[in-house]
């Protein structure tokens, strides 16, 4: 009975080995099966991921104020235009979008916070101060604030050859994101800063301030493109404008009491101009209206001398060809004219011996002799 209990738990004890034997090798074929197609799955969707990244950055968008920079390698190979671009995947080609049509600008002397119909400047600092206080040519101080405007013109230029020449490329990481190099905002307010203390140092300051700003503005502008283009920056200055132009605050009081002083110079001489030209044109015309009479005058006399001259030389021609005759007419016209300007006349003949029978002596006409009449 003993021996048939012990061949029992020793065929059990078989039996359940064996199970165990078999369970190990089903799970051990089990692992082995799913690591198989934990790997094949894994290689496909890390295929995949490959090539969906390949295809990413094959394809990329430039938008219209932009220009595309491709890089083979490190190397420029071609700048392309707006749109839907494709390239060579990375790290094969790489592509730096620059905004080449948007107007960039730098500020000098002030900030402004917030841009608009009313525009609100940052508050004044000791840094702006240095940057738009100047020296004249005629060593006084002068305060000018100035905005350079500018858009990049060879994207290709601003990135790589402005900036970089210690060998640290790693701000180009930002062009992703904005486009402009980092360098060229500082390479343009050095230049700017320079050509315009330039400017005004070989400048007054009366220049500085009132007639000279517009032709400081232009030549400040192609003096500044000069620069950059002798560079290589691949910029364009759009405009070069002078906001305010002014004496420093610790002189205002002094500039503005010599510029009443010089408008009230100005004023007095522009009233003494006023003066001279209105008396002399007066004096101008009364000359000419002298001379105009006198002319006229002396005409008058020359004209009537030549006619009595010339009648003179007819009477004397007809009194050549009739002496007496032309005595006797000559007497009578004289007599004539005399005799036509007295109003009464008495005539007494040679044979009267006396006046009484003829004169009237009671007469009280005013011709009467012994009151003063004619005879």
């Known amino acids: ?215 400081i503005a232009e030549t400040a502008k192609r003096d500044i493109q000069t620069m950059l283009d002798g560079y290589e920056t691949g910029v364009a200055i759009v405009t070069v404008k002078l906001q305010t132009t002014s004496p420093p605050e610790s002189v205002q009081e002094a500039f503005e009491e010599v510029n009443r002083a010089r408008q009230n110079k100005e004023r007095v001489v522009n009233q003494a101009e006023g003066e001279r030209n209105r008396q002399i044109p007066a004096a101008r015309g009364k000359r000419d209206q002298t001379i105009s009479e006198a002319e006229g005058y002396r005409e008058r006399v020359v004209q009537e001398t030549q006619g009595l001259v010339t009648a003179f030389e007819s009477k004397l021609a007809e009194y050549e060809k009739a002496p007496d005759i032309t005595r006797r007419r000559l007497y009578l016209e004289a007599m004539e004219e005399v005799l036509s300007s007295v109003g009464s006349k008495t005539i007494i003949d040679d044979s009267v011996n006396q006046m009484l029978p003829i004169l009237n002596v009671n007469s009280r006409t005013p011709n009467n002799p012994l009151r003063g009449g004619n005879k």
């Open 1 to 215: 009975m003993n021996d048939e209990i012990d061949d029992f738990n020793r065929r059990r004890r078989e039996h359940r080995e064996r199970q165990q034997s078999r369970r190990r090798e089903y799970d051990t074929e089990t692992v082995t099966k799913g690591i198989k197609k934990g790997l094949v799955s894994g290689a496909f969707v890390g295929v995949f991921l490959l090539c969906a990244a390949l295809l990413y950055t094959s394809f990329y968008r430039v938008d219209a104020s932009e220009q595309g920079v491709v890089l083979r390698f490190g190397k420029h190979v071609r700048t392309v235009e707006p749109g839907l671009q494709v390239k060579l995947p990375w790290p094969i080609e790489a592509v730096y979008t620059v905004p080449v049509r948007s107007i960039q600008s730098e500020e000098f002397g002030f900030q402004t916070e917030t841009p608009g119909r009313k525009t609100v400047r940052a508050k004044t600092t000791t840094e702006m101060k240095e940057v738009a206080d100047m020296l004249t040519g005629d060593l006084n101080l002068s305060h000018v604030e100035w905005i350079v405007q500018y858009r990049i013109d060879d994207p290709y230029k601003s990135l790589f050859n402005v900036g970089g020449g210690d060998g640290n490329w790693a701000s180009l990481r930002q062009l992703t994101k904005n486009g402009v190099n980092p360098a060229i905002p500082d390479t343009i307010r050095d230049v700017s800063e320079t050509v315009m203390r330039k400017l005004v140092g070989n400048r007054s300051v009366d220049s500085v301030l009132t007639m000279g700003r517009e032709e």
